[in-house]
């Protein structure tokens, strides 16, 4: 098909109408199959929302020549991706204000954690050994800077040595 030229800019042909609206189409069809719905299934709960058949769907989506793109249906799509992206991005946010709260809680366990071991420290109470724990490390009481070198103070250290599984090995 040749391309129609108004003015400078050329007028969009029907392929590449067709190329436009696919990008979302197939995103919405990958976000049913991502979730567990199989293609067949994902072309139908698709089709349903843009209003037109599972069949079309696979003709667009497979570029056959037979398939004809009008303007209600990219309307139609481009709504439904909108929509999409739009929930999308509301998870998105909800998740990170739930791991805001959750580095804040952790930050704030971490201080009162620090203060109590210092404020125990400074008493020279011989409890605090038992109340800190048995495994408890030394270094959980100094005070790092940031809240990732708190959050890699609090852990204790990884080695292969220390795994149940392997003192039961080496024992024997």
Same mark, same amino acid.
């Given at each position: 098909?040749?391309?129609?030229? *108004?003015? *400078?800019? @050329?007028?969009?042909?029907?392929?590449? %109408?067709?190329?436009?609206?696919?990008?979302?189409?197939?995103?919405? /069809?990958?976000?049913?199959?991502?979730?567990? !719905?199989?293609?067949?299934?994902?072309?139908?709960?698709?089709?349903? #929302?843009?209003?037109? +058949?599972?069949?079309?769907?696979?003709? /667009?989506?497979?570029?056959?020549? =037979?398939?004809?793109?009008?303007?209600?249906? %990219?309307?139609?799509?481009?709504?439904?991706?909108?929509?999409?992206?739009?929930?999308?991005? $509301?998870?998105? =946010?909800?998740?990170?204000?739930?791991? #805001?709260?959750?580095? *804040?809680?952790?930050? $704030? !366990?971490? #201080?009162?954690? #620090?203060?109590?071991? $210092?404020?125990?420290?400074?008493?020279? $109470?011989? &409890? +605090?050994?038992?109340?800190?724990?048995?495994? %408890? @490390?030394?270094?959980?009481?100094?005070? @790092?800077? +940031?809240?990732?070198?708190?959050?890699? !103070?609090?852990?204790? @250290?990884?080695?292969?040595? =220390?795994?149940?599984?392997?003192?039961?090995?080496? &024992?024997?």
């Amino acid at each position: 098909m040749r391309e129609k030229v *108004r003015g *400078r800019e @050329p007028m969009m042909t029907a392929d590449q %109408a067709r190329e436009e609206i696919r990008s979302p189409l197939d995103f919405l /069809v990958r976000h049913h199959v991502d979730g567990g !719905a199989p293609r067949m299934r994902a072309y139908e709960r698709v089709g349903a #929302q843009i209003g037109r +058949t599972p069949a079309w769907v696979q003709r /667009v989506l497979g570029r056959r020549p =037979d398939a004809s793109v009008g303007l209600h249906d %990219a309307l139609n799509i481009r709504a439904a991706y909108a929509r999409l992206c739009d929930r999308i991005g $509301a998870a998105a =946010d909800a998740v990170e204000a739930e791991n #805001q709260a959750l580095r *804040r809680d952790l930050d $704030a !366990a971490l #201080q009162r954690d #620090q203060s109590v071991v $210092a404020l125990a420290q400074r008493s020279g $109470a011989p &409890e +605090t050994a038992a109340a800190r724990g048995a495994g %408890a @490390p030394a270094a959980s009481a100094l005070v @790092p800077t +940031t809240a990732r070198a708190r959050r890699r !103070a609090s852990l204790p @250290p990884r080695d292969v040595n =220390d795994l149940p599984l392997w003192r039961g090995l080496t &024992e024997e």
